[in-house]
């Protein structure tokens, strides 16, 4: 709650103080609008999801990049760290999930696939052991984030695209919105 980061379409990344509310320090500057924006787990590093098809992550303190840009074929709509902030997750409209090395940015294993139309939302279990995927196909669908393999079938019940998903604190239950205007709670155990 002491910082936050405003990711906007003009390309800039801004970071702000929580108590003041005032932004701080220069922007940082992306070649097209961002989507999305995420801090690490120490508030030092700043993932972004940006429209030119790459995923950046920034050392906010020095402005500069903490690994190499993460490609994507197709717009991303998502993505997070995990593992201890040693991974990262995207979700894009390929139809792929991809994990990622956070240090180097390099891809980890084959891209995680199963869904028939995009992957919209993808989230990081509590202790980094499974992630969970949502599509436009209306699906979540379980993996293994050490293998890459899923865990058991696709989860179905959304009419339409899964547009968030996320893991309850202890990693028991996974809750998911879609644009049917419905939440669904699952265990995620079974």
Do not use: Y
Not at 25 to 36: I, M, T
Not at 70 to 82: E, N, S, T, V, Y
Not at 116 to 127: I, K
């Amino acid at each position: 709650g002491k910082r936050f980061l405003v990711a906007s379409a003009d390309g800039l990344l801004r970071l702000g103080e929580g108590a003041s509310g005032k932004l701080v320090g220069n922007p940082l500057k992306h070649p097209a609008g961002l989507s999305d924006a995420c801090f690490d787990s120490t508030g030092r590093r700043a993932l972004t999801v940006c429209d030119d098809l790459l995923l950046r992550l920034w050392n906010v303190e020095g402005d500069t990049l903490a690994a190499e840009p993460m490609p994507h074929k197709k717009p991303i709509h998502r993505a997070c760290l995990g593992l201890g902030d040693k991974l990262v997750l995207s979700a894009s409209d390929d139809g792929l999930a991809r994990l990622w090395d956070a240090s180097t940015g390099q891809p980890m294993g084959a891209p995680l696939e199963g869904h028939r139309s995009g992957v919209s939302s993808v989230a990081f279990s509590p202790d980094g052991s499974r992630v969970v995927s949502g599509g436009g196909d209306g699906t979540l669908r379980l993996w293994d984030a050490s293998t890459g393999q899923p865990m058991g079938a696709p989860l179905e019940g959304h009419k339409g695209t899964v547009s968030d998903v996320a893991f309850s604190p202890d990693g028991s239950r996974i809750v998911s919105g879609g644009g049917d205007m419905t939440l669904r709670l699952r265990d995620s155990k079974t």
